[in-house]
């Protein structure tokens, strides 16, 4: 049986294939969650016949995974016969050099004529997280500002203020990233995630949004995107117990008082 | 492919058309939306209803529409979803003599979207001869931005 594939584009084999990535847990791990049709043909004409389908669904980083599979029957036709169709193991399998994710289903058939030909599937994957970083949201309320469809709407760098002699104190960057994707309008805010990758460990880093050149607008009268104050201000110390820092969250604002 | 044969529209884990229901609600985050909750829905909706008509010469293709209770918040966004579904009741008759030859299908999934806070999935199925899927298990794992979970500064 060919090796089916619901991460490539298009999907081979695959039928409606998704997946969502989350972070849960502390220390946070990556739950990644996979469904989709697998689509195939086994066929049957007397004897029982039995194969092995595997999917490939995704990829994790890590190495040290706990999982959770299954399978259900989708598709079957019989020709006015006795039959079986069956599904008699799943699982998941690691490539553990390219970290591919395969699901293994163990299926078999039987009947004059009988055909299995598709199987949905729905597999947890849970990994450890290998790299460093710091994410989380940036919102601020539908009357501060709009955004114009550009893109990234912030920068957000991480890094230690200094402040030289007689001097005015500035950022020196350790490490930035860039909101991710277009704002979404709920409960009178716009939100949108942030993350920076790749923050040393063992230092506490102050992480400081901005807003990126023109890609917000309507600001109140008298206010500009360098207007904007984002709070609360925050430090974040990652540690090799702890790389990620998950939630580190800012509302925008336009601060009180003489512009 | 298409489905305009039938259409089936099965709503409610309170009115009977979906059993084994449960749910599990999970505060998560994510790396590229400012998704903050996981939602996980299980349970077996009712199918095709009654004995549906069949045609021994064609395969009949439809839609199947799946809607929870009011299970999630007014103002829930759907980031992203997972749907998955599969037989859990068939029946085969082939008493009729030329109704011998059947097929059942669960094609795809092809559709899952929240609103007023319900979650709904559309599901592609299709048969042949006198078969009849009777229920079918379901999940729905939803990746949702809640705006009242969120506490800036904290």
Partial sequence: MPVLNAFSNPPVGVASPSHISFFTGNPPQQMQVFSGVAVFELTSDGGTVSDTVEVIIGFVRSRNIQFTAKADLASISNTDSEFLFAIDSTNIKLNEQTGEIRLVANIAVQGDESALLRFSYHAQVLSDVVDTLISGTIRWQENVATPTGRLPIFNVVVGTFLTPPGGVPHMQPVASGTSEGKAIRAGGFWSVAYHVDNVPLGTSFNVLPSVNGTSLSNFPPGANASSTAFVTARSVTLTPAMPIALGVDFEMIIPQGPR | ?154
């Fill in chain 2, 1 to 154: 492919m298409s489905y305009d044969d039938f259409q089936y529209q099965t709503g409610g884990n309170s009115e009977g058309q979906i059993t084994s229901w449960s749910s599990v609600e999970l505060p998560v985050r994510a790396l590229d939306s400012p998704a903050n909750l996981y939602v996980r829905l299980t349970g077996i909706a009712d199918a095709l209803r009654g004995d549906p008509a069949w045609d021994p010469d064609r395969t009949q293709r439809g839609i199947l529409s799946i809607t929870s209770d009011f299970i999630l918040d007014i103002d829930d966004v759907l980031i992203d979803s997972c749907a998955n579904a599969g037989f859990a009741r068939i029946d085969h008759d082939d008493s009729s003599g030329d109704g011998g030859e059947f097929g059942m299908a669960l094609d795809d999934v092809p559709h899952v979207e929240i609103s007023a806070g319900r979650c709904s999935m559309r599901v592609h199925v299709a048969f042949s001869g006198d078969s009849d899927i009777k229920t079918l298990s379901f999940s729905a794992d939803l990746l949702i931005y809640r705006p009242s979970l969120v506490r800036p500064g904290t």
